[in-house]
């Protein structure tokens, strides 16, 4: 099955800062998506991205689908953009996702 | 808009005894549900897929006897762990596809005693 690498898999940062953090897998896609899960479990959907890129607010994101990678940039971080970040991707018709292993988040006040 | 409740969030059981966790749609309707399962700092792990009106189909090692899966309309689907044992304790979380996106509900944390 479809390999999804996830990195860094910790980092810490200053509020303010910028990151980027990156996906890689290993054959095509026809779906790939960004969560954030909050302290609490909850998965929000960042982006649905299968190529190309898109902005919302401080987040955008990037997929280069020929070069199977995905980057997803937070700019300004703050205190509530700790968690963690996962990416997804998928390439059956029924839409079934599978995650990469997340970066932890991590922003410092 | 999109949003997947679940029901409950949290629940104790009794080995042996049976949970029934509800996934719904509130503001959409989803021919297609996912049921995963999230082990403490881990990813999730897709374990079935859910169409309305149709068997569940489930991945590789789920046993499909003791996660019963039922899809009975199109903004409601059903988790039920049969003779829940220690080890199926877990975060069990459920999504709904809208068009190529699947929104996820907030997760039901389960323990077994």
């Known amino acids: 099955g479809i390999q999804v690498e996830q990195s860094p898999p910790d980092l810490i940062l200053q509020e303010g800062a910028n990151s980027t953090l990156r996906c890689n897998f290993s054959?095509?896609?026809?779906?790939l998506q960004w969560f954030h899960q909050n302290p609490w479990g909850q998965l929000i959907n960042l982006f649905y991205?299968?190529?190309g890129t898109k902005q919302n607010g401080r987040l955008s994101a990037t997929t280069v689908a020929t070069e199977r990678y995905s980057l997803l940039y937070i700019s300004s971080s703050q205190t509530t953009d700790s968690g963690v970040y996962f990416c997804?991707?998928?390439?059956?018709?029924?839409?079934?996702?599978?995650f990469g292993k997340g970066t932890k988040l991590s922003v410092k006040p | 808009g999109a949003v997947v409740s679940q029901h409950p969030s949290r629940v104790i059981c009794k080995s042996g005894t049976s949970v029934k966790i509800e996934c719904r749609s509130l503001?959409?309707?989803?021919?297609?549900m996912f049921w995963y399962r999230q082990f403490p700092k881990q990813s999730l792990m897709l374990m079935a897929t859910?169409?309305?009106?149709?068997?569940?189909?489930?991945e590789q090692g789920v046993e499909k006897d003791k996660f019963l899966i039922n899809h009975a309309s199109l903004t409601l689907s059903t988790l039920t762990v049969t003779s829940a044992h220690p080890e199926d304790s877990s975060f069990y979380i459920c999504?709904?596809?809208?068009?190529?996106?699947?929104?996820f509900g907030p997760g039901t944390r389960l323990t077994v005693l």
């Open positions: 999504s709904a596809k809208l068009t190529y996106t699947q929104y």
């Open positions: 054959d095509s896609v026809n779906n």
């Open positions: 991205i299968p190529s």
């Open positions: 997804a991707v998928g390439r059956g018709s029924q839409g079934n996702l599978i």
């Open positions: 503001d959409f309707q989803a021919t297609t």
């Open positions: 859910s169409n309305e009106g149709s068997k569940a189909t489930y």
